[in-house]
């Protein structure tokens, strides 16, 4: 439970995130075009809302799998150590892979996990993610596919959380403080 009051300013509609996810769902599956071997791999936990809106989107035979990368050591500033906490079900030796993330900050968790990924072999190895904060990176990763680039703002909504709650918002805010800490 967050300990400073706070308040969620409205940032991205419900409406504009699923014109966005629709968008890039067609992307997606233009470039797939023709694959009957698609994974798409969810980064845990943040993800899950995102992936269940984009894969209902693309239009392609698609499996769907989990990966669970802690690297928040508190609430809200990146620990840059990153662990795998639940891996894969299945192979992805030879396969078509999208890394479906929430959001990338510093890159560090994408790094890592597509450098572990990178390394099974996969016929193609393909990132999106919903939000990009470019101006905190501090390890030189990119997404193919991006949904919005947002400033340096901590987020909150449409599965992203702060300290475990407002994952459950349907549009994206940002986390105002009420009070000096
Ligand atoms: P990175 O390793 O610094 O790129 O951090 C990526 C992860 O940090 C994301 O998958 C999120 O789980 C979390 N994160 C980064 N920025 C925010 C934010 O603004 N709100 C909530 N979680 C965030
Ligand atoms: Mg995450």
Redesign the pocket.
């Known amino acids: 439970m967050p300990e400073r009051p706070y308040v969620i300013d409205r940032m991205i509609s419900a409406k504009s995130i699923a014109a966005r996810v629709e968008a890039l769902a067609r992307e997606i599956t233009r470039y797939f075009e023709g694959t009957d071997k698609l994974v798409v791999v969810g980064?845990?936990?943040?993800?899950f809302v995102f992936i269940a809106d984009l894969v209902r989107e693309i239009d392609l035979p698609v499996e769907v799998d989990f990966l669970e990368?802690s690297?928040?050591g508190d609430a809200m500033h990146s620990s840059r150590e990153v662990r795998i906490l639940k891996d894969l079900r299945g192979e992805i030796a030879g396969r078509d892979v999208l890394v479906v993330?929430?959001?990338i900050d510093t890159g560090f968790?994408l790094s890592h996990v597509l450098h572990l990924l990178q390394a099974r072999g996969p016929a193609r190895l393909k990132t999106c993610a919903l939000l990009d904060k470019p101006s905190r990176r501090e390890v030189p990763v990119r997404a193919d596919w991006t949904g919005f680039e947002i400033p340096d703002e901590f987020v909150v909504g449409y599965g992203?959380d702060f300290a475990q709650r407002n994952r459950n918002l349907p549009y994206i805010g940002k986390v105002r403080f009420t009070e000096e800490a």
């Open positions: 980064l845990l936990r943040g993800s990368a690297s928040y993330e929430d959001i968790t992203i």
